[in-house]
């Protein structure tokens, strides 16, 4: 078998990337269309709330709900486009308890009626091409041209969930590329803000040959791709063609896509080039092994004495990080720089459990900051509200 073509899995990165662009581009449309629904709904319904969340609690016997959960099912019910689809509903992984608030989290509660095999979307409904799409095709209040809906879904599937060669062809790219462009310039979406930022962004993926690296600076495009990196192996191959493929792919692509996120993470430093001369220039590459070395030394020494008046981020490193193509203090001191939210109310969360448990796992949806909240505390400063919990943690590990 020949080797693997950087450009094809570069091209695979790319629509990788399209997708969250795409994905990305069509919050704004979906979110207000479902307001709009919602306040309609709402004035076919009794006032009031339910309190016991009837659709988890009784499941499909309809006759136990209370009025105000019956009366959305019913009002929801008209809107399916199927009937088939309809009877397929299955309530106990909906929560109708949320319906009646004006959020988008009830607005997501909402739209799992009509996305068929909710539970295998853990990241949300609205995080999921293949989400979306169901809710576009089921749902009456959105009508779209079927093709673009088909096209969508196929190229989504060949190029790149059922794709186990990680590799496309130029013109592959291409074609899936611009099947999300058309759907973002639908008129009623591309006239929303995140639609005209999306198709901006993937028409520029389109034109480069390979991953345009002004785009990597996008803190969306950088945790996609940490994102593909970290699920790949969950993929599941299952014919025999598919598992060699995949087998085949797999180094060669995680090689890539380390490669790109730690250039990513790196700023480029432009200024010595000029100022110095050639000659000083070729001393100081004589002298920077050894300068590193005594560097990562002195770091390792001063790790042991740290203690919690310490400015500056602690390490995240590996034990043996020279080995690995990752540095997770770059990434994670990047993350703090840009992030300034304080998140106190997390912190706050966090503490608390802390207080009952030995560690804490965080889930949420990409963008809500799980990194960001790691790299605060890791980078904490007298200042900082997590500072305490760093210094808990850090003196727990030395005990
Ligand atoms: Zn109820």
Known sequence: MAAIDRSK????????????????????????????????????????FCNINCSRKYGNGFSQWCIICGSWKDELNKLCRYKKQRDKINWKEIDTIDFPHSTPDSYEAISKVFVRDVHQFKQGIYQDLGAIISLFMNMKTFSFDNQILVDIQRHRNDSFAHNYRVSLDETEKKLC??????ILKVPNIFCKESAKVAVSLLEELVLSEGIPTGLLQHQDALDTLILIRDSFEQLSPYTDLQIVAFSFAIDTFKDRINNIILKTTIKPKRVTKNLVSLKTRNVLKCLSL???????IISFISLKKMDSSNEGCYSMRFLEHWKSDLDFDLYVETLNNESFIERRWLRDIVDKQLLEANGVLLTANMGYGKSSIISNIVCADRSSVCKDLQTRKYNEMDA
Do not use: W
């Open 177 to 182: 590329l611009n099947s999300f462009i058309r």
């Open 290 to 296: 050894p300068l590193l070395s005594i560097y990562i």
């Open 9 to 48: 899995l570069d091209n695979f990165i790319s629509v990788a990337l399209g997708l969250k662009f795409c994905v990305s581009g069509l919050q704004n449309f979906i979110l207000d269309t479902m307001e709009t629904t919602h306040q309609n709904i709402l004035q076919q319904i009794p006032v009031g």
